[in-house]
């Protein structure tokens, strides 16, 4: 007679059958293709409390599990200020799903906000990441996973033609500048928002968004604009019309023609069409 599984095993049970093809062989592509990990890597999980960090947690310990590649891991959760019911919730799901990790205090929050002129999110995301970078490193890691997911590179790469006036991605991996021997992996970079959401609300799971002061104005519609709100809208919209959309913004940071581009830069450094023709003589 076959065991009945517990709640813990039928979610992680799940990433490997019911969701196979949607988050599990995603997951694994981007981690072989793009190299994210090594033999002898120490790999901060950091942990937010949202379902795709939660999510990654799930993964990596799956992934460890299985993988002939050795590598250890170290699930971070930093408080940059939750109320006590988000922290609560926190430690509930890691809980319920069997991730030990390993928490400490910071405020970010507090600090990003008073310093934040009424936007203060790009500003948290740099602390929150210098404050994880700090910690893993002292926890022995030379790399930190973020739960960055390919609905976040599609849009981060519109976000920047449609409002920043430019082409940039989002890597899967970049070395710290600040951080000697450290580098940043976003092993779900292959994996869509909506696969996400479907694994999570198949088992009724309930994760906190961001939880600052901020994230709920926005909620409650406070706030004027949201570029990212937009831009999922739209690309949404497009879907409709036609299916690869998504796919297709996804591929295009794969597949840049720079002999095409006027202008780009590289490592900082600008380059321009015109230098292809410097030593020629005029027609």
């Known amino acids: 007679m076959a065991r009945t599984l517990s709640r813990q095993e039928e ?3 799940s990433i490997i059958t019911t ?19 090594e033999a002898g890597d ?3 999980v950091c942990i937010s409390g949202g379902k795709d960090s939660m ?8 992934l460890h599990r299985h993988s002939e590649v050795p ?6 959760v930093m408080d940059p200020g939750y109320a006590p019911q988000n922290r609560a919730k926190i430690l509930e799901n890691a809980s319920l799903l069997g991730v030990p990790i390993t928490l400490f205090d910071s405020d970010v929050f507090a ?6 002129q009424g936007s203060p999110c790009y500003l948290c995301a740099r602390m929150r990441r210098g404050h994880l970078y700090a910690k893993a490193k002292e926890l022995g890691c030379n790399k930190i996973a973020l739960g960055h997911h390919k609905s976040d590179v599609i849009e981060t790469t519109l976000m920047g033609m449609l409002y920043g006036g430019q082409i940039q991605g989002m890597l899967p991996m970049i070395r710290s500048t600040n951080f000697e021997g450290m580098s940043l992996i976003r092993p779900m970079t292959c994996i869509l928002e909506r ?13 906190l968004a961001c939880a600052c002061k901020f994230t709920e104005e926005s909620a409650t519609g406070d706030v004027e604009f949201s570029a990212r709100k937009r831009v999922k809208e739209l690309i949404a919209s497009l879907a409709e019309e036609n299916p690869n959309v998504e796919n297709n913004i996804f591929q295009s ?31």
């Open 111 to 116: 600090a990003s906000e008073a310093a934040g």
């Open 19 to 37: 969701y196979r093809k949607e988050i599990w062989s995603p997951f694994v592509l981007a981690v072989k293709k793009y190299r994210l990990i």
């Open 55 to 62: 999510l990654l947690a799930k993964l990596m310990q799956q």
């Open 195 to 207: 696969d996400i959401v479907r694994w999570k609300n198949h088992h009724d799971l309930s994760f």
């Open 42 to 44: 120490k790999i901060a």
């Open 71 to 76: 590598f250890d891991l170290v699930f971070l």
């Open 11 to 13: 979610i992680e049970r």
């Open 253 to 283: 940071i794969h597949n840049v023609q720079l002999d095409t581009l006027v202008e780009y830069k590289s490592q900082g450094e600008r380059h321009d069409f015109l230098e292809r023709f410097k030593g020629e003589g005029e027609e």
